[in-house]
């Protein structure tokens, strides 16, 4: 039987402030256990939190970017649980009112435009870490994560694969990077999604019983397991079972989820608006500032490319996956002028070397001014294309200037003409036959006379200078 | 006349005329606390060291009108952070728990020059109006040791009565500063929610808790009020309003004075006594001046049923985080995670507290929430309509503090409903938010104090406590003082 799935994602991201979203304490990643918290994170009894007016701007700006409708008004809520990394026995989010609300991301699948719908963002904060001692029967707690600021973004279930979900997480972990609000990390767990997943038949309406696959801390891991639940939720239902509504954890080594409590250890959180937190206000000229200090986002600056740029739609896509490429694009083209050049460039020289060292265009030994350096030798001719990938990955390697490079190698291209003739001479003597293919007519076979003079020069040959050369010795 | 007997004001007019000193009126209190206190039981910790070198120190300090109490010992109810200071909400739970910081409202009576003397006995976690729910011992009413004091600020309230302190703190959640001053026999206000920080007030129902002073006149009620009113950046909830100096509002006369007297407030179920004793007061304002009519509050009779789910419902979620994993109590028998909350838990709160953490934590629960927590929260909007409509015809409403004076130790214990129906005359106020002060009114044949009871609209401090210092006008001395 023919089965569509069907996806929604909830993901947290960790708001890059300072401070903890209800108390002062610093938020910085690896600290000592328990060395940023403070009597308001650690619960101690009589303390009350306060909202970090920050958080609640990221927030907007999120909801802004994303298409959302502002709550003028929203709640902070209690979540009620009891867990050893929850000191006050409830977390502090927002349920029935959220401060953004029915927004959507526009995801580009090969070409395709997909619209994926956010059926809400809100704000919480963190648990803290429990760590367990591997040798005694003892669990520590850190609480430094405590309370630092999280958005919650719940998709709708428009979702319908796995590749999809891959498409709408990076356009998401994009918008949130280009905003600067979180770093996007998904090592250090500042962002994290959950998956909710479920099947049913071509062409049904109604949604089948779904799971909940948590413990993905990758794109990769997220695929996989999406695949691999797909996969199980298939076979069952192909072989006439069920799918049990559970929450179920994406297990890497063994490449499959296992479930982690059935339905009848279904919690029940006790929701009620926080008492201690007065209801946030957002007024109409807040919004408007926060709008007006959006950054460009990643679908206005595609089409920007394009329409300034003249690069290929294809090539603004790629370009325009992070705020970082993208100026890196925009700087060196700044510095040579040749915007579809320095695109090609960067899309296969660049991005090669990048993707082989899983390195981010931030770590990247090679500014945008060398790489307009480099670009422009080429375009004056100083030296070869083919060259220039080789001084390019010299570059890479070393952190070095392209006119050090070709200096040092002399590598610069071969313009003495008495030398270029003395070589073509030769070649034409040692091929009468393709000399005479030429002369009958066949100037293809130029590019073969072409080719033997570059082996010769290692590819420093003036390109132009030879050709013209070559065809004033041939019509000799 | 001892030290002890003290007033706020009468004690800092012979501090500063250099009459006596910090120390010795300390260690009068305190030596009054060490003859009485057997008796009467309003402590469960008494800083008696600290406070004498504290007072030592402030009698060397520099007198300034920034600190209005310097000098001045004074007691706080045991659910206000003291840093230092072991503080238990009377509950076994939090044995050993010493707060590394100051509540607001401390930090402020201490920059104000004020001795910590202790930490009076309550209701555990303020739940009860007997101070029997204690979890350490009951305090006795010091007019007569075989009722009780009221609750849940009965050993802040005893304390003032006794001559054990020269004012206290005590926090109203439902009635339990109003109903045991009214019950001792001084006097007890309950700001505005929102007019006093509640940063170290330790939560038992968030939206209604609120710290005030429980003292033994008006006059000392407004200079502590005074000291702990204000906007405080570490709590959302207390409100940036200005806060006047309280005791220029003591004036007499109560000329264009409107009065309500709520019709639902003097019905059956009233002590004939009590409402004598009330119907007095109201004459005192009358002579002073002011126009009395009868108003009505028409929900009155859903407050209570309101109150015990959004009261329960905030305390089910505030008293989570005692779990045994960070402080005070844990019942930990190597068994896991889940047996050592349960353990712990079970052994370190007592029947009332449990009570209300299953009440609440049913409200709250899904298919519950609205029927219940909703629910509730709507009947409490119309309760605060009512007061708006009734404060539109009036300026201060009048009424009996508790329908009883105090009731004898043990007799409602295992009667919950009849304890919560005794808070009838103050919930609503309390889910209003409104100021609500008792003042004490007379005596009952019995020779046991009764209050009468002001409400004021939000933020009306002012106006309730002008009333209050004409009916203390009026009544004059109290002449008489607890035996003990």
């Given at each position: 039987m023919e089965y569509e799935p069907v996806i929604g994602l909830e993901v947290h991201a960790q708001l890059l402030t300072e401070t903890k979203l209800f108390c002062s304490c610093l938020t910085a990643f690896g600290a000592p256990?328990?060395?940023?918290?403070?009597?308001?994170?650690?619960?101690?009894?009589?303390?009350?939190?306060?909202?970090?007016?920050?958080?609640?701007?990221?927030?907007?700006?999120?909801?802004?970017?994303?298409?959302?409708?502002?709550?003028?008004?929203?709640?902070?809520?209690?979540?009620?649980?009891?867990?050893?990394?929850?000191?006050?026995?409830?977390?502090?989010?927002?349920?029935?009112?959220?401060?953004?609300?029915?927004?959507?991301?526009?995801?580009?699948?090969?070409?395709?435009?997909?619209?994926?719908?956010?059926?809400?963002?809100?704000?919480?904060?963190?648990?803290?870490?429990?760590?367990?001692?591997?040798?005694?029967?003892?669990?520590?707690?850190?609480?430094?994560?405590?309370?630092?600021?999280?958005?919650?973004?719940?998709?709708?279930?428009?979702?319908?694969?796995?590749?999809?979900?891959?498409?709408?997480?990076?356009?998401?972990?994009?918008?949130?990077?280009?905003?600067?609000?979180?770093?996007?990390?998904?090592?250090?767990?500042?962002?994290?999604?959950?998956?909710?997943?479920?099947?049913?038949?071509?062409?049904?309406?109604?949604?089948?019983?779904?799971?909940?696959?948590?413990?993905?801390?990758?794109?990769?891991?997220?695929?996989?397991?999406?695949?691999?639940?797909?996969?199980?939720?298939?076979?069952?239902?192909?072989?006439?079972?069920?799918?049990?509504?559970?929450?179920?954890?994406?297990?890497?080594?063994?490449?499959?989820?296992?479930?982690?409590?059935g339905k009848e250890e279904a919690q029940d959180y006790r929701y009620f608006p926080d008492p201690d937190l007065i209801p946030i206000t957002v007024p109409d000229e807040w919004i408007e500032e926060i709008r007006e200090s959006l950054p460009e986002l990643p679908a206005a600056k595609r089409e920007r490319f394009i329409s300034v740029y003249?690069?290929?739609?294809?090539?603004?896509?790629?370009?325009?996956?992070?705020?970082?490429?993208?100026?890196?694009?925009?700087?060196?083209?700044?510095?040579?002028?040749e915007p579809k050049k320095v695109s090609n460039f960067i899309m296969s020289e660049l991005m090669r070397e990048l993707k082989r060292d899983e390195r981010d265009i931030s770590e990247c030994p090679v500014t945008p001014a060398m790489l307009s350096e480099l670009l422009v030798m080429v375009d004056q001719g100083k030296?070869?294309?083919?060259?220039?990938?080789?001084?390019?990955?010299?570059?890479?390697?070393?952190?070095?200037?392209?006119?050090?490079?070709?200096?040092?190698?002399?590598?610069?291209?071969?313009r003495d003409e008495g030398a270029l003739i003395a070589l073509i001479e030769e070649i034409l003597a040692e091929n009468p036959d393709q000399v005479a293919q030429f002369k009958a007519g066949k100037t293809k076979v130029l590019g073969f006379f072409m080719g033997q003079l570059m082996k010769r020069t290692r590819g420093k040959a003036d390109p132009r200078l030879s050709n013209e050369l070559l065809r004033e010795k041939l019509a000799e | 006349m001892e030290l002890y007997d003290l007033s706020i004001a009468r004690c800092r007019k012979l501090l500063e005329e250099r009459e006596v000193t910090s120390r010795e009126v300390t260690a009068s209190v305190l030596g009054r606390i060490e003859r009485v206190e057997g008796s009467v039981r309003s402590f469960i910790t008494v800083n008696a060291e600290e406070a004498l070198n504290d007072a030592a120190l402030k009698d060397k300090e520099e007198q300034s009108p920034e600190k209005p109490l310097l000098g001045v010992p004074l007691a706080v109810k045991d659910i206000i952070c003291t840093k230092g200071l072991r503080t238990t909400c009377g509950s076994r739970i939090l044995e050993g728990f010493v707060p590394p910081f100051d509540a607001t409202c401390v930090a402020r009576l201490r920059s104000a020059g004020a001795v910590i003397i202790g930490k009076t006995n309550l209701d555990e976690f303020a739940m009860g109006s007997s101070t029997e729910n204690s979890g350490f011992f009951p305090t006795k009413n010091p007019?007569?040791?075989?009722?009780?004091?009221?609750?849940?600020?009965?050993?802040?309230?005893?304390?003032?009565?006794?001559?054990?302190?020269?004012?206290?703190?005590?926090?109203?959640?439902?009635?339990?500063?109003?109903?045991?001053?009214?019950?001792?026999?001084?006097?007890?206000?309950?700001?505005?929610?929102?007019?006093?920080?509640?940063?170290?007030?330790?939560?038992?129902?968030?939206?209604?808790?609120?710290?005030?002073?429980?003292?033994?006149?008006?006059?000392?009620?407004?200079?502590?009020?005074?000291?702990?009113?204000?906007?405080?950046?570490?709590?959302?909830?207390?409100?940036?309003?200005?806060?006047?100096?309280?005791?220029?509002?003591?004036?007499?006369?109560?000329?264009?004075?409107?009065?309500?007297?709520?019709?639902?407030?003097?019905?059956?179920?009233?002590?004939?006594?009590?409402?004598?004793?009330?119907?007095?007061?109201?004459?005192?304002?009358k002579d002073a001046g002011a126009e009395v009519k009868e108003v009505s509050l028409p929900h009155t009779d859903y407050a209570v049923a309101a109150y015990y789910i959004i009261a329960p419902a905030e305390a089910s979620s505030n008293l989570a985080r005692y779990d045994g994993v960070r402080y005070g109590l844990r019942v930990d028998e190597d068994r896991g995670l889940r047996e050592m909350y349960e353990a712990t838990r079970a052994k370190g709160f007592g029947a009332e507290v449990k009570r209300r953490i299953v009440l609440g934590t049913y409200a709250l629960s899904s298919g519950y929430y609205d029927a219940y927590y909703r629910k509730a929260s709507q009947v409490r909007t119309l309760v605060l309509n009512d007061f708006k409509e009734a404060f539109k015809e009036v300026d201060i409403i009048a009424a009996p503090v508790a329908?009883?004076?105090?009731?004898?130790?043990?007799?409602?214990?295992?009667?919950?409903?009849?304890?919560?129906?005794?808070?009838?005359?103050?919930?609503?106020?309390?889910?209003?938010?409104?100021?609500?002060?008792?003042?004490?009114?007379g005596f009952t044949s019995r020779g046991l104090p009764v209050g009468v009871q002001i409400l004021g609209p939000h933020f009306g401090e002012e106006v309730i406590l002008k009333a209050a210092y004409?009916?203390?006008?009026?009544?004059?001395?109290?002449?008489?003082?607890?035996?003990?």
């Open positions: 256990p328990n060395t940023q918290t403070c009597p308001v994170c650690l619960g101690m009894p009589g303390v009350l939190p306060v909202a970090n007016k920050k958080a609640v701007r990221y927030a907007i700006a999120l909801g802004l970017a994303t298409g959302c409708t502002i709550s003028k008004t929203s709640l902070f809520a209690r979540k009620n649980y009891f867990y050893p990394d929850l000191p006050k026995g409830y977390q502090i989010s927002q349920y029935e009112v959220p401060i953004c609300r029915r927004g959507f991301i526009d995801i580009d699948l090969e070409g395709e435009k997909k619209r994926i719908g956010i059926t809400r963002i809100h704000m919480e904060d963190d648990a803290g870490k429990l760590i367990h001692d591997e040798e005694n029967p003892v669990s520590r707690v850190d609480f430094n994560r405590t309370g630092v600021p999280l958005l919650e973004i719940v998709s709708e279930p428009d979702i319908r694969s796995p590749e999809e979900a891959v498409a709408y997480l990076r356009a998401l972990r994009d918008i949130l990077l280009y905003l600067g609000i979180s770093d996007g990390n998904m090592e250090e767990g500042s962002f994290r999604c959950d998956a909710n997943v479920s099947l049913r038949a071509a062409g049904e309406e109604k949604f089948g019983t779904r799971t909940e696959l948590k413990n993905m801390n990758s794109f990769r891991h997220i695929q996989r397991a999406l695949f691999y639940e797909i996969r199980r939720q298939r076979a069952l239902l192909d072989a006439g079972e069920e799918v049990l509504q559970e929450t179920r954890l994406w297990d890497e080594a063994k490449q499959a989820t296992f479930g982690m409590r003249s690069i290929p739609e294809y090539d603004a896509g790629v370009l325009t996956s992070s705020r970082a490429l993208a100026d890196y694009f925009e700087d060196a083209v700044k510095g040579s002028g030296i070869s294309g083919k060259i220039a990938k080789d001084v390019f990955e010299e570059m890479y390697r070393t952190g070095t200037k392209a006119s050090e490079i070709v200096e040092k190698k002399g590598l610069a291209v071969e | 007019w007569d040791l075989n009722r009780v004091p009221g609750g849940s600020s009965g050993g802040s309230a005893a304390a003032v009565a006794a001559g054990e302190c020269i004012g206290s703190l005590g926090t109203d959640t439902g009635g339990s500063i109003r109903q045991p001053a009214s019950h001792c026999g001084v006097v007890g206000l309950k700001p505005t929610y929102g007019r006093v920080s509640r940063y170290g007030l330790v939560a038992f129902a968030s939206s209604l808790d609120q710290a005030g002073p429980i003292t033994k006149d008006v006059l000392d009620a407004a200079i502590l009020m005074n000291v702990i009113s204000g906007h405080d950046p570490k709590d959302s909830t207390c409100a940036p309003v200005e806060v006047p100096d309280f005791t220029e509002s003591l004036i007499p006369g109560l000329g264009g004075l409107k009065v309500g007297l709520p019709r639902e407030y003097f019905g059956e179920g009233v002590d004939p006594e009590v409402a004598g004793l009330v119907r007095r007061a109201v004459e005192m304002l329908p009883t004076p105090a009731f004898k130790l043990g007799e409602l214990v295992d009667d919950p409903l009849t304890m919560y129906l005794s808070d009838v005359f103050t919930l609503p106020g309390s889910l209003a938010g409104i100021p609500g002060i008792s003042i004490p009114a004409n009916v203390e006008l009026a009544r004059g001395d109290l002449g008489k003082a607890p035996e003990l």
